[in-house]
């Protein structure tokens, strides 16, 4: 299970591994009501994650890691969301793995920079699936499927950083230069 935290929607979604093949299993968004005041909105967030952890029984939850924030009040907004889910999987005694969402645009499209878009049409065409609710429960499938490919591989949980470097050119300095 993939889990794509946020306050204003939490994308989750589920895939299975059968052999080579993905199976799409189930996705979406959790939205709180706008009116909602901070704690309603973790709770509901809350509910629903256990409530599809309890409804398709993931072996393990992937959520994605806090790499960027506009600003402090987003990030700690974003964070509080995070723990939410990392608890629902922990009172369910599930695993948890974090995953920096540039390392899951690389390992989906080969890009870390890849657009919302690219994302979703690759996972069109990777699961069958023709039409996405939203980006948010689209990035929740790629760390899904990120996980999926790295357990594949038989590298430990969460260490995308192991699938290989990139080579970087030589950057000369001007003590490189001959005088």
Do not use: W
């Amino acid at each position: 299970m993939g889990i794509d935290p946020g306050s204003i929607s939490c994308g989750y979604g589920i895939v299975d591994g059968k052999g080579n093949r993905l199976i799409y299993v189930t996705s979406g968004t959790i939205s709180p009501a706008a009116g909602d005041s901070t704690p309603e909105k973790l709770n509901h967030i809350y509910a629903e994650i256990l409530r599809v952890i309890d409804d398709y029984g993931p072996s393990v939850v992937s959520v994605e890691n806090i790499f960027f924030a506009k600003n402090a009040k987003s990030a700690i907004k974003l964070g509080q969301s995070r723990g939410i889910a990392v608890l629902a999987a922990a009172q369910r005694g599930i695993p948890v793995n974090e995953l920096a969402p540039t390392k899951v645009k690389l390992a989906l499209t080969g890009k870390g920079r890849a657009s919302k878009e690219e994302i979703q049409k690759m996972l069109s065409y990777m699961l069958g699936v023709s039409e996405f609710k939203s980006t948010d429960e689209s990035d929740a499938l790629a760390i899904a499927i990120c996980h999926l490919n790295l357990s594949r591989r038989g590298l430990p949980d969460g260490t995308i950083g192991s699938m290989g470097s990139r080579r970087r050119k030589k950057r000369y300095t001007i003590n490189d230069l001959s005088a």
